[in-house]
């Protein structure tokens, strides 16, 4: 009997923004491997039955070798079973999908791919501007800092040229190497750029600034996603409330 896995977007943080289709796969997994960037309150709505396995990585320390997740998928799914590979955000951007996919079909497991609201789009929401705007922003470019050994650098001289925004994943907090890159490509200094942390959790904060003085922001928690353009212009400032609880509204339960 063959398994079939299925490649699930949690969305940036909210519950809420999980779909429903991701939500009726969930409570009928029977295993479950996630990213460490996962809520926990997603992880609560599994059915006290299913596998839980966390196989992510934050900060650079992997809980697991690729390898070796893509080998869990493919041994619990020949088993007969439902798996669900449960990434942060959308799992086709920057989450490894294709490599797993690659492996579920050297192997000849089923699988189905879920769509998520990835990491951008979450910070978007949170700062209330928009990624493309008719006149300022006509394009948007999802751009990843973190390189991998072998890969080539980001062309961010082409991409800002283009007047695309630009959607940075993963920036590291190291804000001064990175202003220095982008006014080494060209960048005006005075081009807008804001921080996103922990975007559409009760921990989100919001913090606006320039190329130049991006090196001026104190580190943020991660997950951080850092949007460049003029779309960021439109953002302001914003910090949790004193005293707020770093969790989320009660949302239903497996009973």
Not at 135 to 157: C, F, K, M, Q, S
Not at 222 to 227: A, I
Request: net charge neutral; with cysteine; proline share 7%.
């Amino acid at each position: 009997m063959s398994g079939r896995v299925y490649l699930v977007g949690a969305g940036p943080g909210d519950p809420e923004l999980l779909t429903l289709k991701a939500l009726r796969i969930l409570r009928s997994a029977d295993v479950v491997l996630h990213d460490d960037l996962v809520a926990p309150e997603i992880l609560q709505l599994l059915p006290p039955t299913v596998r839980v396995h966390n196989v992510g990585k934050r900060c650079g320390v992997k809980i697991m070798l690729q390898q070796e997740i893509n080998a869990l998928m493919v041994g619990y799914a020949g088993s007969g079973l439902a798996v669900v590979r449960l990434k942060g955000g959308d799992p086709m951007i920057f989450g490894r999908a294709g490599e797993e996919i690659a492996a579920l079909r050297a192997a000849n497991i089923s699988f189905e791919i879920v769509p998520g609201v990835t990491a951008a789009i979450g910070a978007a929401a949170a700062a209330e501007i928009t990624l493309t705007q008719r006149h300022i922003a006509p394009a948007v470019a999802l751009v990843t800092y973190a390189r991998a050994g072998g890969e080539p650098a980001t062309n961010w001289r082409a991409l800002l040229a283009s007047g695309a925004t630009v959607a940075v994943y993963m920036p590291g907090d190291d804000y001064g190497r990175i202003s220095r890159d982008l006014r080494d490509a060209g960048l005006d200094p005075e081009t807008a750029c804001l921080l996103v942390s922990c975007a559409t959790t009760p921990a989100e904060q919001i913090r606006t600034s320039t190329v130049e003085r991006l090196a001026d922001v104190p580190p943020l928690p991660s997950p951080t996603l850092l949007v460049i353009g003029s779309v960021a212009r439109q953002a302001a400032d914003r910090a949790p409330a004193p005293g707020q609880a770093a969790a989320f509204p009660a949302i239903q339960q497996f009973s």
